[in-house]
């Protein structure tokens, strides 16, 4: 009786396998193709499938999210050399309080966010995998390729500590970053206590 | 198309012929008007398209990441918690708590934030005027 039942079904199953192999077939051609995907970064994202690979992106960051970070590595981050790096690699596209982004950035697609508000999104650790180990396709680099471990914990504690900057605060802190090259990288760390117990003040 | 207008033409020619008056053109004139009466509750929407074009200036908001410090509705990840959200911008009095709410001030105000408010976190994106415009009638549309 069983067995009647699925050889009853079986050729329809078989017809729908190869239906929808077939159609799949034709998706991806259609794909391949550029018919039916405009890679232009002038051309938005269909609302669908931006909320599609924003929410990929954020739940494959908080999978990912380790103990990467050495936990002395946290524990000795300095705000200081933190902006000095912000102020190198990360302003450009990401601008800070009261500081606009490089004109290029609103040309990018996704464009890159203002972090204001990215430590209440999220954790020290889904932040410093964020930074060190990028996001394919979006333009985000895996800074921990090219800087050490450390400086990575510096930025990310800078970017925490950041929506607690002035615009003022803010400013002073790059134009005292500005002659941070890599042979003078104390000159901004012996300045540590004094600026930032300003930067931390109320405003 | 083409076919309509010359259609649209030949009518128009045998009515100056016939002088009988244009019903069709009498009721159309009947729908403006309901649509104009219909239309006065909304004085702010037509000013809001008369500033810009609400669908360029969704597009400008997304990539001007507005989004990562404002609530927006209806755009995409637009859920930040930096600034003020910006739901019935429409209905909303005032701009940035300085400026009195209208489509001159809050043009004046995205093009130059930190001249309206000294020490304001909000950067200058540095908006062309058509952008600011069109940004103004997106948040205009949010009554």
């Given at each position: 009786m069983r067995s009647s039942l699925l050889r009853r079904l079986f050729p329809g199953w078989l017809l729908g396998m190869f239906t929808a192999a077939l159609l799949a077939g034709v998706f991806g051609a259609l794909l391949l193709s550029g018919l039916i995907f405009d890679t232009s970064a002038s051309s938005q994202h269909s609302k669908t499938f931006a909320w599609a690979i924003h929410l990929t992106m954020i739940h494959s960051v908080r999978e990912r999210?380790?103990?990467?970070?050495?936990p002395d590595a946290a524990r000795h981050a300095s705000l200081l050399n933190g902006a000095a790096a912000y102020a190198r690699d990360c302003v450009a596209c990401h601008g800070g309080p009261g500081a606009a982004r490089a004109?290029?950035?609103?040309?990018?697609?996704?464009t890159p966010p203002y972090l204001l508000d990215s430590s209440s999104r999220w954790s020290r650790a889904e932040l410093y995998r964020l930074v060190h180990d990028g996001v394919k396709m979006s333009g985000m680099p895996a800074w921990g390729e090219i800087e050490p471990d450390q400086t990575i914990s510096d930025i990310v504690s800078f970017v925490q500590q950041m929506?607690?900057?002035s615009p003022t605060e803010f400013a002073r802190l790059r134009q005292q970053a500005r002659p941070a090259t890599p042979d003078s990288p104390t000159a901004i760390g012996a300045q540590e206590p004094s600026t930032f117990s300003s930067a931390s003040s109320p405003s | 198309m083409a076919r309509s207008r010359n259609a649209f033409r030949v009518e128009d020619a045998d009515r100056r012929r016939t002088g009988v008056p244009d019903c069709r053109a009498i009721r159309l004139a009947l729908a403006v008007c309901v649509a104009a009466i219909g239309l006065a509750g909304c004085q702010r929407s037509a000013a809001a398209d008369r500033i810009g074009d609400p669908r360029a200036g969704a597009i400008a908001i997304d990539r001007m990441a507005c989004g990562s410090c404002h609530r927006i509705?209806?755009?995409?990840?637009?859920?930040?918690?930096?600034?003020?959200?910006?739901?019935h911008f429409a209905s909303r009095q005032m701009i940035a708590g300085v400026l009195a709410n209208s489509p001159q001030a809050l043009v004046r105000y995205l093009e130059a934030p930190q001249e309206v408010v000294?020490?304001?976190?909000?950067?200058?994106?540095?908006?062309g005027d058509r952008q600011a415009r069109d940004i103004a009638a997106y948040l205009y549309t949010l009554r």
């Open positions: 999210a380790g103990r990467q970070e050495r004109p290029w950035v609103s040309a990018m697609l996704p929506p607690k900057l | 509705p209806g755009i995409e990840e637009a859920d930040g918690s930096v600034g003020p959200p910006l739901a000294a020490g304001n976190v909000m950067p200058n994106e540095g908006l």
